[in-house]
């Protein structure tokens, strides 16, 4: 396979772009090399520059669960586009994208839209501290809600231990005053709560995180969080950017019967286009100014481009049998790969929540970060140009999920199957 002109492209954009991209996984650090610079997508399928096609699981990290470039999501954008791209001013298909969102996720009463699951995240949390008067917030260990100050801190060495921020330029009193705990650790999460019950405003966390690969909820963690969250009037807020319309239609808090105080969605209700929304209770969204004192405000928010996108895509997920069928094509890929994987004897851990998974290089279950982070991603990364190679285009890191589209029919399945088999093979 031939990468000449992405190669060219990539020297042009570092002159002009830090590092040559717009977002930091973009330059495929995690797998070396640089990455491919794309000319279009269709469907299943991406076609690079260079001319070389490639059936795409990363789709825009998550969003295009249509595929790329779908006819009815096209042309939705394109009559919105004629009429006006933004005003500023209430429009009638902002009501539409709420409600569908609402149809989808009963938790939610009322929301707000924005820009980007980012703008959600942070706007969240400052909902909920503003609605406590708490100033503690809660993050799991792995968990990723976009690049907000607060929330860019990892665990430090114990579960008590004040946030170490992972990022120079964030104030150590943001850091400080976020808590981390591992994923899937109910007793450090009561350690946590009983520690300063009066002080946290929220948990918050990817009920099914997939930012350090998939990993999966144990039995009855996120009730027991609710639990404990509701006890003591603190706010539990699931980041529902990757699984809301992924995991299930209604999320992962659909899938496993947990109610939430406040949702944070992006991607797929954006069908491609920047957005973001956070919703919940209407005593706590009434907080938000114009109503309550909380202020968040944005000039394109609710745009009529990507409110057209997200309608368009959530009508075409909500008909009849659509989202089953992306979810049992899901299911198919992964068993095989399983079987594949089982006859090399390569440790490898795979993990499946509706539409997204993940296949870790690891010997034994990953339950939370600790596990994913011993993963061995030299493997991963082998693995990665091997699949590339033969056409398959992965997420070039071994702690991102792997999505599906309605586009990938049985056809790309079977090719996907045997480049991962060959390339199996040629690892062990
Ligand atoms: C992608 C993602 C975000 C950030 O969304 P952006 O639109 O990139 O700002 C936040 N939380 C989760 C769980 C995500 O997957």
């Known amino acids: 396979m031939n990468f000449q002109k992405s190669e060219e492209l990539y020297k042009r954009a570092n002159k002009v772009l830090v590092g040559g991209v717009n977002s930091p996984v973009r330059a495929f650090k995690a797998v070396g090399g640089y990455p491919f610079f794309v000319a279009s997508g269709n469907g299943a399928y991406i076609t690079d520059v260079d001319g070389n096609r490639f059936i795409d699981y990363v789709l825009s990290w998550g969003p295009l669960i249509l595929g790329h470039a779908h006819p009815d999501v096209v042309a939705a954008i394109q009559e919105a586009l004629k009429r006006g791209s933004s005003f500023g001013i209430p429009t009638e298909a902002e009501i539409l994208l709420a409600e569908?969102?609402?149809?989808?996720?009963?938790?939610?009463?009322k929301l707000r839209l924005v820009n980007s699951g980012t703008e959600a995240a942070m706007s969240a949390i400052r909902l909920a501290r503003g609605y406590t008067g708490r100033n503690?917030?809660?993050?799991?260990?792995?968990?990723?809600?976009?690049?907000?100050?607060?929330?860019?801190?990892?665990?430090?060495?114990?579960?008590?231990?004040?946030?170490?921020?992972?990022?120079?330029?964030i104030p150590t009193e943001h850091a400080r005053s976020t808590l981390t705990i591992p994923y899937n650790d109910l007793a450090a999460a009561q350690?946590?709560?009983?520690?300063?019950?009066?002080?946290?405003?929220c948990f918050i966390l990817e009920p099914v995180p997939g930012n350090m690969g998939v990993v999966l909820p144990q039995p009855n963690y996120l009730q027991e969080l609710r639990a404990l969250t509701e006890k003591h009037?603190?706010?539990?807020?699931?980041?529902?950017?990757?699984?809301?319309?992924r995991v299930s239609l209604g999320g992962a808090q659909q899938r496993y019967g947990v109610v939430p105080d406040i949702t944070i969605?992006?991607?797929?209700?954006?069908?491609?286009?920047?957005?973001?929304?956070?919703?919940g209770r209407a005593p706590i969204m009434d907080m938000l100014a114009p109503v309550g004192p909380v202020y968040q405000a944005g000039t394109l928010s609710g745009n009529p481009l990507a409110t057209a996108a997200g309608i368009a895509t959530i009508s075409i997920l909500e008909s009849p049998g659509v989202f089953e069928s992306i979810e049992a094509r899901m299911t198919t890929l992964f068993r095989e790969l399983e079987g594949i994987v089982r006859k090399t004897g390569i440790p490898v851990y795979t993990t499946q929540s509706g539409t997204m998974g993940c296949m870790f290089f690891h010997d034994g279950p990953v339950r939370n970060y600790t596990d994913a982070v011993e993963s061995d991603t030299a493997r991963y990364a082998s693995f990665f140009w091997k699949m590339l190679e033969a056409g398959v285009y992965l997420a070039p890191s071994q702690f991102e999920a792997m999505f599906m589209s309605l586009c990938h029919t049985e056809l790309e399945i079977e090719k996907t199957l045997e480049a991962s088999e060959k390339a199996f093979a040629e690892l062990s």
Request: proline share 6%.
């Open 100 to 109: 569908k969102i609402r149809r989808h996720f009963p938790s939610i009463e």
């Open 136 to 169: 503690l917030v809660v993050k799991i260990e792995g968990c990723y809600h976009g690049h907000v100050d607060a929330l860019l801190v990892k665990a430090g060495s114990g579960l008590t231990t004040f946030g170490v921020p992972t990022s120079p330029g």
């Open 191 to 201: 350690m946590l709560v009983e520690s300063a019950p009066k002080d946290i405003a």
């Open 233 to 245: 009037g603190i706010l539990l807020i699931f980041d529902e950017v990757m699984s809301g319309f």
């Open 265 to 279: 969605l992006g991607k797929v209700i954006g069908g491609g286009l920047p957005v973001g929304a956070y919703g």
